[in-house]
């Protein structure tokens, strides 16, 4: 049996761990050769393939790659056409498979990469071809369907739910009026700016807001919100999601008409919330206010990994490769929750058409009433996600990463 | 004896570090009471006073205070006037110094908190007082001269070139043309950017620019680099201090008209040269390119300490007692190096006249010809001041501070 994997799509600090999943399974499955693409299924349409046997032949490589952030294997945000319009690219992609006597293809991806299993399995059903396809998800936002929550999402909440923390710190030390808004990603659902919720503990106040696309915002509540805060407090801090939407539908940052375009799956790049809130408060209260994107950090700090979140992408990926070996295709693999306290999360796989091209969102029942905050259940389902820390190995001062060069 | 310690300017991960060394120090010397001036010198003038015999009880406290990032005790931007011009809150600060029969103060801070040491120093000799005034250097600037590197430099520097190191993963995955621009702190001194460098290693290609405000600076230069390394590389990660001029003595991000107006020292506050010269690529080259400034987190991610950082800060406050016990007042303790490889360095004392008010900027036999790069002599001399982690105590997957409520 031959395997290949590819990632896809935005980094996450634990895409590499769930490709860690994908070979040691594969490997102890009876696997002769795992392939990786370089580059996703771009890469994969060049024949651009490496033998994962040769490049992860020790342990130490195999702990070390979970230590590195982004994608290994290299990503592309290649969208296949469908087969109807494009055929040529599905024979090229079949014949490639035939050339290197693959059985299984695996992909680690959101849900654009799940649209590429989806579209390979048909296909191939389509043709009679026994490959198998199976998706692994991967995302800091959260927002895929069916999964409990997405391999990804604990150790990006797990970074924004700190830096948060220590954001708090750092504004509480003048004695003056100012306010201090940060900006996480997540373009339509608010999960990882909900993060930002679990700093307030014994030792932390926490954020003042958390304003997230799910819920109302206007700009005169969100004036009379902070007016009323300042009353009582000093430094206000506000975690906003860059996808903060007005009743109208427009971003809030389209207010400040400096979006960039739009992404090759048609996706608005939204930019300057923060930027643009802040300096609404500056011009409305006339005290200091201070814009901070969280950026990309967000999603490559694995140097502050969340170790629940390294093994379980592990396991997911581990639990694709089962799902392959039973003969499934056209499926991904997923996270179901059997309990909180204590926590227990078993994988599970579904069809793919399930996962793939639909967006899952914040429920409104875990925002409170004035939509500035998270409940008590959104609080008992991330807290889990976060929980262990997964060192890096250091090397002179600074996280060793494994690289493919 | 009795003695008084206070926080002053930004934050830093080890000025609590500093801190705890000032306090242990103390105690070891005999003193009675060590208290805590809430908001530096500002606060004192209000007598708001904590007992820290009280708060730092146990080892276990003064462990948690070195792991927690910004000021414990607050901090403030007060500057002092003259004392011919304001003699009557000179007077006041000797009265309160009087009531609660201080000896020693201590003051931890950046240069403009050393004036504040010089001033009360040099009044206190002026009415025969024999009250002794030391300054803690603190800054993630590493701008102060005499001292070999400044307490709070080694962590800032620690997160940066971990982060820039993650950054070159995460957008070394696709296979396209960008540029990413990454904004670091340092007004007129490019100390802090220059710790980019220190990402590049074995399994790390670096930054492709680095870029201070020391090295001169001009668009088409800046325009040309690229153009010449996009032509070899796909994605360009630029290092770019947000003190970057231009030759006419304008800082760069000036030509995008967005500063934000003087703090109350009078120094600008910058903003935007990032976005500034990522819009400008961008328009230039026609390609995606991401601005990130690192903003805030350069100087409060104590989840990423470097342990030489935070023992030295521990030190140089120990020797500032040290100094004041011994009957030195008018000084600052500074740091000596003896030798970088084994690395060793020693605590000192200085006239403070030799630190206030001055600013020291990277030598520039220590950034290459054409200004994109620094030397083996940066990397020497910045290497051994990132060794060491102190790992957080972690409580319920998020890191724990000690909090003066």
Redesign the interface.
């Known amino acids: 049996m031959n395997v290949v994997v590819g990632?896809s799509g935005g980094?996450t600090v634990a895409i590499n761990a769930s490709l860690a999943g994908v070979y040691q399974a594969a490997i102890k499955a009876g696997a002769d050769k795992v392939y990786g693409m370089r580059?996703g299924i771009?890469?994969f349409l060049q024949e651009r393939l490496v033998v994962l046997n040769e490049l992860l032949c020790d342990e130490e490589k195999i702990e070390l790659l979970k230590r590195?952030?982004?994608?290994y294997l290299?990503?592309?945000?290649y969208k296949l056409k469908a087969a109807e319009v494009a055929e040529e690219e599905y024979q090229k992609i079949f014949e490639i498979l035939k050339k290197y006597e693959i059985d299984c293809f695996f992909y680690i991806g959101g849900n654009d990469s799940m649209d590429t299993v989806d579209k390979l399995s048909a296909y191939g059903k389509k043709i009679g071809s026994s490959i198998r396809f199976v998706g692994v998800p991967k995302t800091i936002d959260n927002d895929l369907m069916v999964t409990d929550h997405t391999p990804g999402y604990g150790s990006a909440a797990?970074f924004v739910?700190?830096?948060i923390?220590?954001?708090v710190?750092?504004t509480?030390?003048?004695?003056l009026k100012a306010v201090?808004i940060v900006e996480i990603m997540g373009r339509n659902s608010g999960w990882l700016t909900a993060a930002a919720a679990?700093?307030k503990?014994e030792?932390?106040n926490g954020a003042d807001m958390i304003l997230l696309p799910e819920a109302p915002f206007t700009m005169e509540s969100f004036f009379e919100k902070i007016e009323a805060r300042l009353k009582v407090k000093n430094n206000l801090i506000i975690a906003v999601s860059e996808g903060v939407k007005l009743p109208d539908g427009r971003y809030v940052c389209e207010l400040a008409d400096n979006t960039?375009g739009e992404d090759v799956f048609g996706h608005k790049q939204l930019t300057g919330t923060a930027l643009f809130l802040a300096d609404a408060c500056?011009k409305r209260f006339g005290i200091k206010t201070?814009a901070?994107?969280l950026?990309?950090?967000q999603?490559?700090?694995?140097?502050?990994a969340?170790l629940t979140d390294i093994e379980e992408s592990c396991r997911v990926g581990a639990a694709a490769v089962e799902a392959a070996v039973r003969g499934e295709s056209g499926v991904a693999a997923v996270f179901v929750r059997a309990c909180n306290k204590p926590y227990c999360c078993e994988t599970g796989v579904v069809d793919i058409h399930e996962i793939a091209n639909l967006e899952k969102t914040v429920p409104l029942a875990w925002i409170n009433e004035d939509g500035t905050d998270l409940t008590e259940e959104y609080l008992d389902y991330a807290?889990p996600l976060?929980?262990?820390?997964l060192?890096p190995y250091?090397?002179?001062?600074?996280?060793?990463?494994?690289?493919l060069k």
Do not use: M, W
């Not at 999603?299 to 502050?304: E, I, K």
């Not at 976060?386 to 820390?389: A, D, L, N, S, Y």
């Open positions: 990632q980094p580059n771009f890469g590195t952030p982004a994608c290299g990503s592309c945000r797990k739910a700190t830096v923390k220590e954001l710190r750092d509480e030390i003048y004695d201090t679990l700093a503990g030792d932390c960039q500056a201070r901070i994107e950026s990309t950090p999603r490559a700090s694995s140097h502050l969340s807290r976060i929980q262990g820390e060192t250091f090397a002179d001062g600074l996280p060793k990463h494994l690289v």
